[in-house]
């Protein structure tokens, strides 16, 4: 019999919903139990397995000293290392802190603000360690996570669509909410994988699944204009779960700054 992959999955700031997605798996992992030896899940169970680990996976920001020093041991431990959600790919919905003083924002929040030691900043994981593979998603979509795992399986790279939402609209045979009703909608820039959730029930997409691999920023910032955003409207359009992206925070910089540039469209 061949050796066990020993995965491991760790906790940083977060809600805990992505490794929830991994627990939701239940049936499907089962498929591949004898492959994997779960060595370290604190959200499953106080076992443990020591390191080192052939995968870890890794769910929530980095916002502490501790927590900073914490990812770069998980690091040395792990054979490869990959990040999933919106909070470990990119800093998460508490990134916006890093938009503010953290410093007011913690005396408002804290009756002893003196016992909290924080970063100034919610960091991705990939700001403080190499990253193998960043699976995106608020949460992510289980069934991508099983892809992941099973590719790790298999010694191969990971099946994980790169296209926009828009793609999974038009499969689903979903009325397009900017189109018919002239709504708000990110799906033109926003990465696939939640199977157009929010369009099925006629709402325009929040952007839950962050910015997809090549965004026309402008073009969509252009239309949204037209139809009749605000400045505003369309800034806090970007400042939700992907606010700290490279791609929504450039964007939100340039839109406040009045300096959009020209669609490339």
């Known amino acids: 019999m061949s050796k066990k992959l020993k995965v491991a999955v760790w906790k940083f700031a977060s809600c805990d919903g992505c490794q929830l997605s991994l627990l939701d798996c239940e049936d499907e992992l089962l498929a591949v139990a004898d492959a994997i030896e779960i060595a370290y899940f604190l959200e499953a169970t106080r ?4 390191g080192p680990y052939d995968l870890s996976i890794v769910e929530g920001s980095v916002t502490t000293p501790h927590d900073a020093q914490r990812i770069v041991e998980i690091r040395k431990q792990s ?5 999933i959600g919106a909070c470990a790919t990119s800093g998460g919905i508490q990134a916006l802190k890093n938009f503010g003083e953290v410093g007011d924002f913690i005396r408002t929040v804290y009756a002893s603000p003196e016992f909290i030691d924080t970063l100034t900043t919610s960091d991705p994981i990939s700001k403080h360690v190499k990253v193998d593979f960043e699976l995106q998603g608020c949460p992510i979509n289980k069934l991508q996570l099983l892809e992941l795992v099973l590719s790790a399986v298999q010694g191969r790279a990971p099946r ?3 296209h926009s939402l828009c793609v999974e609209c038009k499969r689903k045979g979903v ?10 909608c990110l799906g033109p820039v926003t990465h696939a994988g939640c199977g157009a959730l929010c369009p099925s029930y006629d709402r325009g997409c929040f952007g839950c699944y962050g910015p997809m691999d090549t965004p026309n920023m402008a073009a969509l910032d252009h239309r949204l204009a037209d139809l009749g955003a605000s400045a505003r409207d369309r800034e806090r359009a970007f ?3 992907y606010v700290n992206a490279k791609a929504y925070r450039e964007h939100r910089e340039l839109v406040t700054s009045g300096k959009v540039p020209e669609s490339k469209s």
């Open 47 to 50: 076992a443990t397995v020591a």
């Open 79 to 83: 054979r490869s290392l990959v990040t």
């Open 160 to 162: 994980i669509p790169h």
């Open 175 to 184: 009325t397009c909410t900017m189109v018919a009703r002239g709504d708000t």
């Open 239 to 241: 400042a939700s779960f």
